[in-house]
């Protein structure tokens, strides 16, 4: 399995990944049989503003009555494979083995977090990404249950909310994100809010002290 990224051929790591985000840039890669890695910088960047958070009336019912229970980093590969598998939310993934590889690395160091929502035992959705100083870069997300994906969202925001971050960025935005609140700003503004966000010392953990 080859760790190379075109087309600068340059060894990919999880600092250099690190590196990466911090300047604003992520990687892809065509589709979970493309070997192949690519670096993305998108003109308009998709991001939810943490106190914009979109909640509708069927979702605040799903949230007072749903019986999921919601906790993060038990289990990064099980989520990863949610990710990554086509079904009725995605017809593909850009989710390769060395993307897996690289994340799992950096869920190890620290810096990759999930969330994930259980039916009992059953893990029925989740997302993950990465925590750097204040800003928060969600990688993906899924769902096999209805809501699943939006409660494990809710749940993000309020923890990354707790623990003082400040950017929730999203990559893209897609309708079912823009129905939650993203919103697309553009490179250069979005340039300077990452840029503050990284000088924020973001605590993921700080919601689980409060709420023991």
């Given at each position: 399995?080859?760790?190379?990224?075109?087309?600068?051929?340059?060894?990919?790591?999880?600092?250099?990944?690190?590196?990466?985000?911090?300047?604003?840039?992520?990687?892809?890669?065509?589709?979970?049989?493309?070997?192949?890695?690519?670096?993305?910088?998108?003109?308009?960047?998709?991001?939810?503003?943490?106190?914009?958070?979109?909640?509708?009336?069927?979702?605040?019912?799903?949230?007072?009555?749903?019986?999921?229970?919601?906790?993060?980093?038990r289990?990064?590969?099980?989520?990863?494979?949610?990710?990554?598998?086509?079904?009725?939310?995605?017809?593909?993934?850009?989710?390769?083995?060395v993307?897996?590889?690289?994340?799992?690395?950096l869920?190890?160091?620290?810096?990759?977090?999930?969330?994930?929502?259980y039916?009992?035992?059953?893990?029925?959705?989740?997302?993950?990404?990465?925590?750097?100083?204040?800003?928060?870069?969600?990688?993906?997300m899924?769902?096999?249950?209805t809501?699943?994906?939006?409660?494990?969202?809710?749940?993000?925001?309020?923890?990354?909310?707790?623990?003082?971050?400040?950017?929730?960025?999203?990559?893209?935005?897609?309708?079912?994100?823009?129905?939650?609140?993203?919103?697309?700003i553009?490179?250069?503004?979005?340039?300077?809010r990452?840029?503050?966000?990284?000088?924020?010392?973001?605590?993921?953990?700080?919601?689980?002290?409060?709420?023991?």
């Amino acid at each position: 399995m080859s760790r190379k990224s075109d087309p600068f051929d340059v060894e990919l790591t999880p600092e250099l990944i690190l590196r990466a985000y911090r300047a604003g840039i992520f990687p892809m890669s065509e589709s979970a049989d493309d070997p192949d890695i690519f670096w993305v910088s998108p003109q308009m960047r998709g991001v939810i503003p943490l106190d914009g958070l979109r909640i509708s009336k069927s979702l605040a019912k799903a949230l007072r009555k749903h019986s999921f229970s919601v906790v993060v980093d038990r289990n990064f590969e099980a989520t990863i494979e949610g990710c990554a598998t086509a079904g009725s939310d995605r017809d593909t993934t850009w989710i390769n083995p060395v993307i897996r590889e690289l994340y799992g690395e950096l869920f190890a160091m620290g810096y990759c977090h999930t969330v994930e929502v259980y039916d009992g035992d059953e893990l029925v959705g989740g997302l993950y990404g990465l925590a750097i100083g204040g800003a928060f870069f969600g990688e993906s997300m899924f769902h096999r249950r209805t809501d699943a994906s939006k409660i494990a969202l809710v749940h993000l925001v309020e923890r990354l909310t707790t623990g003082g971050y400040v950017l929730l960025d999203t990559q893209f935005i897609t309708d079912h994100l823009a129905s939650l609140g993203a919103i697309e700003i553009p490179r250069a503004i979005y340039e300077v809010r990452l840029s503050a966000a990284l000088d924020v010392d973001g605590d993921f953990t700080a919601w689980d002290r409060l709420n023991r």
